[in-house]
C-alpha cells in the first residue's frame, strides 16, 4: 500500500471500549494536539528564516482555527507574503479534499494545489512530507516550499509567527500592527484559556458529546462562558473586546462566534441562546468585526461553513441536510430580529 493510501480517517467512526475513538470514557470530545510545532525565526542560522514566498498556507475557510491564520494574515499585510489555497469544504473519510478544476467554489484560492498539481487531499501534503505519519490533517498548516517541510500546523502558533516573524520584510504600516501588545499580553492569556476551553473548544464538546451528560456538561460550561464574554462587552468602551484596539482576544472568538448561529445552533445543538437574540453586545461586536474590519468579513465565507458542518459529520447528520436557516447569515449592524427590535421599541430605543 502506498503512502498516500494509508487508511486513516478525519472523524473516524470505529469504537473504542464502546465510545467512539474521539471520545473519553465519559464520552467526552477530546482534541488530539497538534505535530508538527517548528517557527519561522528571525535569529540567525533559524531552520525556516522569513522570506518572501517561501511558504505556503494550506487552510479552509470552513474552519474556525484556520479562520485565525486568514485573519492575522490579512491584517498583518503578509498577502504577498505567504501566498494560501484553501480546500474544498467537503471533508471525506480521507480528510480535507482540494477543489477540482471544474468546480467553482466562492472565496479566493478555492482551487487543485497549485503546489503539486496531482494531490487530491491535504492528506498528500503531509505523507509527501513524512510517509509513516500517522496523526491528523489539519488546517491550517503552513508549508516550507524550498525544504518541503510542513512548519507548523497549530493555529494558535501560527498567527503568533505571523505576528512579527516577518516584520523585517513588511512595510512599516503593517510592521506596526501590534496584535499582542505587552501591556494587555497577561490578559490575553488568561482570557484565551477559558475562551478556548469552553468556547471555541466548547461548541465542539457540545456537538461531539456522546452521553447527555457529557453534553449537558459542556453546553452549560459553554453559555456561562459566553455570559461572560458578555458581561465583559458591556463593561467595556468597545469596539472590540479590549477598548479601541483590535488584538489576539478578537481574533480567537470571532470564528467561533460568526459560526454560532448559522451552525452551532443547530448542528452542535448549542440552543440554549442565539447570538442575535440572546447577546446583544457580542452581537454589536461582531456585527462591528464583520461589517467594518475588512480582515474578518472578507476572510468569512458561509457558504463553505454551513455545508462543511452539515455534509460531513455523517455521525450527527447522515443525510446532509444542510439547514435553510437563520433567514440572513450575518445582520446588518442597523437590523435586529423580530423579538429584539419589538423589545426595543417597547423600551424606547
Known amino acids: ?54 511558504y505556503h498556507l494550506y487552510v479552509s475557510y470552513a474552519c474556525p482555527w ?14 504577498d507574503i505567504i501566498p494560501f489555497t484553501s480546500v474544498h469544504w467537503e471533508m471525506p473519510g480521507e480528510g480535507w479534499r482540494f477543489a477540482t478544476k471544474e468546480e467553482n467554489l466562492p472565496g479566493d484560492n478555492t482551487v ?23 496523526g491528523r490533517f489539519t488546517v491550517p498548516t503552513l508549508y516550507d516550499k524550498k525544504q518541503g517541510k510542513i ?17 523585517d520584510i513588511l512595510p512599516e504600516k503593517y510592521k506596526s500592527v501590534d496584535l499582542f501588545p505587552e501591556d494587555l499580553q497577561k490578559e490575553i492569556e488568561e482570557t484565551n484559556q477559558w475562551t478556548y476551553d469552553n468556547i471555541n473548544n466548547g461548541v465542539y464538546r457540545n456537538g461531539f458529546a456522546v452521553t447527555q451528560d457529557a453534553y449537558e456538561d459542556a453546553s ?12 465583559h462587552l458591556a463593561s467595556s468602551p468597545g469596539p472590540f473586546y479590549h477598548g479601541d484596539r483590535l ?10 462566534i ?13 440552543n440554549l441562546k442565539d447570538i442575535r437574540s440572546g447577546y446583544p453586545n457580542l452581537h454589536r461586536w461582531l456585527r462591528h468585526l464583520y461589517w467594518d474590519v475588512p480582515a474578518f468579513g472578507e476572510t468569512t465565507q458561509f457558504e463553505h461553513i454551513k455545508k462543511h458542518y452539515t455534509k460531513s459529520h455523517k455521525m450527527i447528520n447522515p443525510y446532509s441536510i444542510t ?5 440572513k447569515d450575518i445582520l446588518k449592524k442597523d437590523e435586529e430580529v423580530a423579538a429584539v427590535a419589538a423589545a426595543l421599541k417597547a423600551a424606547g430605543k
Open 258 to 270: 460568526i459560526r454560532f448561529d448559522v451552525v452551532y445552533v443547530q448542528h452542535f445543538k448549542c
Open 66 to 79: 484556520a479562520h485565525r491564520a486568514l485573519i492575522v494574515r490579512k491584517l498583518k499585510g503578509l498577502e
Open 151 to 167: 512548519v507548523n500546523n497549530e493555529s494558535s502558533e501560527i498567527i503568533r509567527m505571523f505576528y512579527s516573524a516577518f516584520d
Open 247 to 256: 488584538t489576539e482576544a478578537d481574533i480567537r472568538l470571532y470564528p467561533t
Open 112 to 134: 487543485p494545489d497549485p503546489l503539486h498539481p496531482d494531490y487530491t487531499h491535504l492528506r498528500n501534503v503531509y505523507f509527501g512530507v513524512e510517509p509513516n505519519y500517522t
Open 1 to 54: 500500500m502506498s503512502a498516500n493510501k494509508q487508511p486513516h480517517q478525519e472523524w473516524a467512526y470505529g469504537l473504542k471500549d464502546g465510545m467512539p475513538i474521539w471520545a473519553n470514557s465519559k464520552g467526552e470530545f477530546k482534541r488530539p494536539a497538534s505535530a508538527f510545532r517548528s517557527f519561522v525565526s528571525n535569529e540567525s542560522g533559524a531552520e525556516f528564516p522569513p522570506e518572501k514566498d517561501r
Open 323 to 327: 439547514p435553510l436557516g437563520p433567514e
Open 220 to 231: 452549560r460550561l459553554l453559555f456561562t462562558s459566553l455570559d461572560r464574554v458578555e458581561a
